[in-house]
C-alpha cells in the first residue's frame, strides 16, 4: 500500500471509524492528531496483535508524513506468521521500519507452525523482515537525517540475565527462587528457549558482547538512537508492581551504553508503562501499546506513535 499524502492521514492514530470492542462495548479508536510539515522518527512497542482488539488499532495506523520512519520495539505477536502480517502492513505504510526482538517473538508455541527455537527463531525472523525490507539488529544502522537529525538509530538484542534481581536474591538461583514463591513467574521460562546456549543469561552475554563492539565501531560524531525492547537501566523497573518480575527485564550489563556511547536518546519497551524519563541527561522513551486489559481503562493515548526527536509541527 502506497503511503497517502500528509494532508489526508492521522500522525500515529488508527484512522477515523475503526473501533475495538470491548467487554465495555465499541471503544471508538479514531482521534484526530496534527500532521507533520516534515518527516518523523516515530516509535512505538509491545503492539501484541495477537490479542483480536489490538489488531484493529494496529490495521489503523498511519504516518502523518510520507517520510516518517518507525521503531517498532518488540513484542509484536506471538507467532511467525502475526509477526509478519504487521510488519509487512506497517512497512507498506512507512518509509523506513525497524525492527528489535521482544521476548513474545522468541516463544516457541504450539500454536505457531514454525516450531524454530533459540537462535534458529531469531536468525528465521531476521530473514523475514529482510525480505520485508525492514531492518534489524544484524543489519547496518540506518542514519536518520531529518528533524532531530543526523542520528544513527541502533537496533539492539540484548535479552536480559536476571541480575535485576529482588531484594535478597545475590544469584540467579535465589532471585528465581523468591520469585516462585510469590508466584510471580515470567512466562519466559516456559517458551523462550536458548538453544544453543545453555542458558538465556548465556545468550545475553553473548549479545552483549557483539552489540558493545558495534556501537564502539559506530562514528562517534553522530549520535545514537539506542533501541531495544528491554531497559538498557534498571531504574524503569523499580515502579512495577511486582519486583519479582524485573530479573526479565534486561542486564546490568548494559547500564553505561547511554553514557558510554554519544546516544541522543533511548526506546524500549517491555515493560508496559509507557512514560518519559531522563537518567544521565539522555531522554529514555518507553512507547509500548500493551494488552487491551492494560489499555482500556487508562484510554489510549492522544498520539499512539511516540515522536523520538524533535519536530516541527504544520499549522
Known amino acids: 500500500m502506497s503511503v497517502a499524502a500528509a494532508s489526508d492521514v492521522l500522525t500515529g492514530l488508527p484512522?477515523?471509524?475503526?473501533?475495538?470492542?470491548?467487554?465495555?462495548?465499541?471503544?471508538t479508536l479514531a482521534k484526530l492528531g496534527q500532521v507533520s510539515a516534515t518527516?518523523?522518527?516515530?516509535?512505538?512497542?509491545?503492539?501484541?496483535?495477537?490479542?483480536?482488539?489490538?489488531?484493529?488499532?494496529?490495521?489503523?495506523?498511519?504516518?502523518?508524513?510520507?517520510?516518517?520512519?518507525?521503531?517498532?520495539?518488540?513484542?509484536?505477536?506471538?507467532?511467525?506468521?502475526?509477526?509478519?502480517?504487521?510488519l509487512s502492513l506497517l512497512k507498506s505504510r512507512f518509509d523506513t521500519v525497524i525492527w528489535v526482538p521482544g521476548n513474545h517473538e522468541l516463544w516457541t508455541t504450539t500454536k505457531d507452525p514454525v516450531q524454530l527455537r533459540g537462535v534458529q527463531r531469531y536468525e528465521h525472523l531476521v530473514e523475514i523482515c529482510r525480505r520485508l525490507g525492514v531492518h534489524t539488529p544484524e543489519d547496518e544502522f540506518p542514519v536518520w537525517t531529518g528533524d532531530g537529525g543526523p542520528v544513527r538509530i541502533a537496533p539492539l538484542f540484548a535479552l536480559y540475565d536476571y541480575t535485576f534481581?529482588?531484594?535478597?536474591?545475590?544469584?540467579?538461583?535465589?532471585?528465581?527462587?523468591?520469585?516462585h514463591e510469590a508466584g510471580i513467574v515470567c512466562t519466559d521460562e516456559y517458551f523462550l528457549h536458548p538453544d544453543p546456549y545453555p542458558s538465556i543469561d548465556a545468550w545475553c552475554h553473548a549479545r552483549v558482547e557483539y552489540t558493545e563492539r558495534?556501537?564502539?565501531?559506530?562514528?562517534?560524531?553522530?549520535?545514537?538512537?539506542l533501541v531495544n525492547h528491554w531497559p538498557l537501566v534498571r531504574q524503569p523497573t523499580r515502579v512495577?508492581?511486582?519486583?519479582?518480575?524485573?530479573?526479565?527485564?534486561?542486564?546490568?550489563?548494559?547500564?553505561?551504553?547511554?553514557?558510554?556511547?554519544?546516544?541522543?536518546?533511548?526506546?524500549?519497551?517491555?515493560?508496559?508503562?509507557?512514560?518519559?524519563?531522563?537518567?544521565?541527561?539522555?531522554?529514555?522513551?518507553?512507547?509500548?501499546?500493551?494488552?487491551?486489559?492494560?489499555?482500556k481503562?487508562?484510554?489510549?493515548?492522544?498520539?499512539?506513535?511516540?515522536?523520538?526527536?524533535?519536530?516541527?509541527?504544520?499549522p
Do not use: M
Not at 284 to 289: G, I, M, N, R
Not at 297 to 314: I, M, S, T, W
Open 214 to 225: 558495534r556501537l564502539a565501531a559506530c562514528d562517534p560524531d553522530v549520535p545514537l538512537v
Open 15 to 27: 484512522e477515523a471509524g475503526v473501533t475495538a470492542k470491548g467487554a465495555s462495548g465499541a471503544i
Open 39 to 86: 518527516p518523523q522518527l516515530l516509535a512505538i512497542s509491545d503492539i501484541h496483535v495477537g490479542h483480536a482488539e489490538n489488531r484493529p488499532i494496529v490495521e489503523g495506523l498511519r504516518p502523518g508524513h510520507p517520510g516518517d520512519w518507525l521503531i517498532v520495539a518488540g513484542d509484536v505477536a506471538e507467532t511467525v506468521p502475526d509477526v509478519e502480517w504487521a
Open 297 to 314: 481503562p487508562r484510554g489510549l493515548p492522544e498520539k499512539l506513535l511516540k515522536p523520538v526527536l524533535p519536530v516541527r509541527v504544520a
Open 240 to 295: 512495577l508492581r511486582y519486583p519479582e518480575f524485573a530479573q526479565w527485564c534486561g542486564t546490568e550489563l548494559s547500564a553505561d551504553w547511554h553514557t558510554r556511547f554519544n546516544t541522543a536518546s533511548v526506546v524500549y519497551g517491555h515493560l508496559h508503562i509507557p512514560r518519559h524519563t531522563v537518567y544521565d541527561g539522555v531522554p529514555f522513551e518507553e512507547v509500548s501499546l500493551g494488552y487491551p486489559r492494560e489499555w
Open 165 to 179: 534481581r529482588p531484594d535478597g536474591a545475590t544469584t540467579k538461583e535465589e532471585s528465581l527462587a523468591i520469585a
